[in-house]
């Protein structure tokens, strides 16, 4: 794991190095690493990973030319079995896509929740499943489960998952993230997460130590 994570240090270190080069190459200024002022935010009182944001701006994301996906993480665009999907997002948008509910989850649509409160949702498609957090946005009225947002994706390498600039679940490694994403807010090495965070949005993304595989995502929208 130590030696993973050093080689992503060495490979951050010669992007920025080989960017500072460019930049006065140009005439430019150096561009920097994104800021390390990571504050605390968790939705509700569901469990989830530590969370950590930091209030540098994030500039209008360009869409790749080859995948059609952004090329970088800001827009929260993912292709999950072929379908893109893009938080926040209706709930009503995954039945559009094929998704129906788990039910087995005992979760209905006309379930109400309160404002500013969320529920923990299943989807399922054929023998793929992945679950969400969905929520009422409003400030002051109730609403059923079917007129929510989802704001948070949970994703494994069970099923098909790309992210920006062809990161791919179960395929894809921590130093391909490093080099799509740049510098992480920070590397929990206990429990092999790499953190990106900015003010609008934080990505867990978690690896297998020994081999450095990314294997989990979990994508969240701070609109909540």
Request: charged share 20%.
């Given at each position: 794991?130590?030696?993973?994570?050093?080689?992503?240090?060495?490979?951050?270190?010669?992007?920025?190095?080989?960017?500072?080069?460019?930049?006065?190459?140009?005439?430019?200024?150096?561009?920097?690493?994104?800021?390390?002022?990571?504050?605390a935010?968790?939705?509700?009182?569901?469990s989830?990973?530590?969370?950590?944001?930091?209030?540098?701006s994030?500039?209008?994301?360009?869409?790749?030319?080859t995948?059609?996906?952004?090329?970088?993480?800001?827009?929260?665009?993912?292709?999950?079995?072929?379908?893109?999907?893009?938080?926040?997002?209706p709930?009503?948008?995954?039945?559009?896509?094929?998704?129906?509910?788990?039910?087995?989850?005992?979760?209905?649509?006309?379930?109400?929740?309160?404002?500013?409160?969320?529920?923990?949702?299943?989807?399922?498609?054929?023998?793929?499943?992945?679950?969400?957090?969905?929520?009422?946005?409003?400030d002051?009225?109730?609403?059923?489960?079917?007129?929510?947002?989802?704001?948070?994706?949970?994703?494994?390498?069970?099923?098909?998952?790309?992210?920006?600039?062809?990161?791919?679940?179960?395929v894809?490694?921590?130093?391909?993230?490093?080099?799509a994403?740049?510098?992480?807010?920070?590397?929990?090495?206990?429990?092999?997460?790499?953190?990106?965070?900015?003010?609008?949005y934080?990505?867990?993304?978690?690896?297998?130590?020994?081999?450095?595989?990314?294997?989990?995502?979990?994508?969240?929208?701070?609109?909540?």
């Amino acid at each position: 794991m130590k030696k993973t994570i050093k080689w992503v240090s060495i490979l951050l270190a010669a992007t920025l190095v080989m960017t500072a080069l460019a930049g006065c190459s140009a005439g430019g200024g150096i561009i920097k690493p994104a800021g390390t002022n990571d504050a605390a935010v968790s939705p509700g009182t569901a469990s989830s990973p530590e969370t950590a944001q930091d209030n540098t701006s994030t500039p209008e994301t360009p869409t790749s030319a080859t995948g059609g996906l952004p090329e970088n993480l800001a827009d929260l665009t993912i292709t999950l079995e072929g379908d893109t999907i893009t938080l926040p997002m209706p709930l009503e948008g995954f039945f559009t896509l094929g998704w129906e509910l788990d039910e087995f989850f005992g979760i209905s649509l006309e379930e109400t929740i309160e404002p500013k409160k969320f529920k923990s949702i299943i989807f399922v498609k054929g023998d793929q499943t992945f679950s969400v957090y969905t929520a009422n946005l409003q400030d002051d009225q109730v609403i059923t489960v079917r007129q929510s947002i989802v704001f948070r994706l949970f994703l494994s390498d069970a099923a098909t998952v790309e992210l920006p600039v062809g990161i791919k679940l179960g395929v894809s490694v921590i130093e391909d993230a490093a080099s799509a994403y740049g510098e992480p807010s920070r590397i929990n090495e206990d429990e092999n997460i790499m953190t990106y965070a900015k003010a609008d949005y934080t990505v867990y993304i978690i690896f297998d130590p020994d081999s450095g595989v990314i294997n989990k995502t979990t994508i969240s929208s701070n609109a909540f």
